[in-house]
């Protein structure tokens, strides 16, 4: 059995668990953890989380922002510099994650509901942007949005309430429930 098919399984299982009906929006959020390098994986067996959370009676969403970064640069007027000089585009990348959140909100507006399971894949495209464009940073900032659960797709490591995308040495304490293989 895989480390991608144990998650499943222990999803499967978590997701049986009963919702407390009033809980913090950072008690809302579920980090489901997996090694880096079963990052294609684990996207090949999606429709194995969304039919737990539909067998367990909710609705469920996703949010894939993996390409979120390379639509900005593509859109942006000095793409050209940047490529040249990247620290020039280091100011612009608040420009870039306030436009990732905005959009993030409405995909979570236009499909939350009290028992709807909204999941966040692409994680791993935040990695390297900037001090200030962190994975952290976004869940915190789209939390108060979701009415149901979010579960992030964390490529990582989590000990404790400490996650660190990818393996990066400084790492983020968080209230999200962790569900690992």
Known sequence: MSRVADLISNYERFVQLPWPSSVAPAQRVWMAVYDPVEERRLRLHLPEFETAS??????????????EFERWMGS??????????????????LGFFDQLIGSVRKQIRDMTADRTIISLIGASSLY???EHVKVSA????????????LLVFF???????????????????????????
């Not at 539909?54 to 390409?67: E, F, R, T």
């Not at 942006?76 to 990348?93: D, G, N, S, T």
């Not at 976004?138 to 659960?149: A, F, K, S, T």
């Open 128 to 130: 390297g942007l900037g």
């Open 138 to 149: 976004l869940v915190e900032r789209v939390q108060e949005y979701v009415r149901g659960r």
């Open 155 to 181: 490529p990582g490591e989590v000990e404790g309430n400490s996650y660190r995308l990818l393996g990066a040495r400084d790492g983020w304490n968080y209230l999200a429930t962790p569900i690992t293989a």
């Open 54 to 67: 539909k067998g367990a009676g909710y609705g469920w969403g996703l949010i894939d922002i993996s390409n």
């Open 76 to 93: 942006h007027e000095y793409r050209e510099a940047y490529f040249v000089k990247p620290e020039l585009m280091q100011p612009e990348l």
